[in-house]
């Protein structure tokens, strides 16, 4: 079995900053694509910013230029620097990721359960 466990979030003010971790652990063989997805109230998920293994990374344009994603493959965990950040912004952030394991050896996506990120005006 394979969950992935997010830390990082809270409340910050505008203009702050913000760390968010992603940590998968279990069986796994192989991580191919991480990501951060949020949700606001009332609207769906949506993307934030994904990395592959290789480092490729893509982001939202709302947060192109203020948020990072980067991961350390070792640790199999996935992080997101989250500067400037405005009252929008504020969301549960998931984590993601597409995971390998001996029971599944074709892959699966995999979501964390979720971290409140909270930007006061």
């Known amino acids: 079995q394979v969950q992935l466990v997010e830390s990082g979030g809270g409340l910050v003010q505008a203009g702050g900053s913000l760390r968010l971790s992603c940590a998968a652990s279990?069986?796994?063989?192989?991580?191919?694509?991480m990501g951060w997805y949020l949700q606001a109230p009332g609207k769906q998920r949506a993307l934030v910013a994904t990395?592959?293994?290789?480092?490729?990374?893509n982001y939202a344009d709302s947060v192109k230029g203020r948020f990072t994603i980067s991961r350390d493959n070792a640790k199999n965990t996935v992080y997101l620097q989250m500067n400037s950040l405005r009252p929008e912004d504020t969301a549960v952030y998931y984590c993601n990721a597409y995971i390998r394991t001996f029971l599944k050896p074709g892959g699966s996506n995999t979501w964390g359960q979720g971290t409140q990120v909270t930007v006061s005006s």
């Open positions: 279990g069986d796994i063989l192989a991580i191919s694509v």
């Open positions: 990395i592959t293994n290789g480092g490729t990374t």
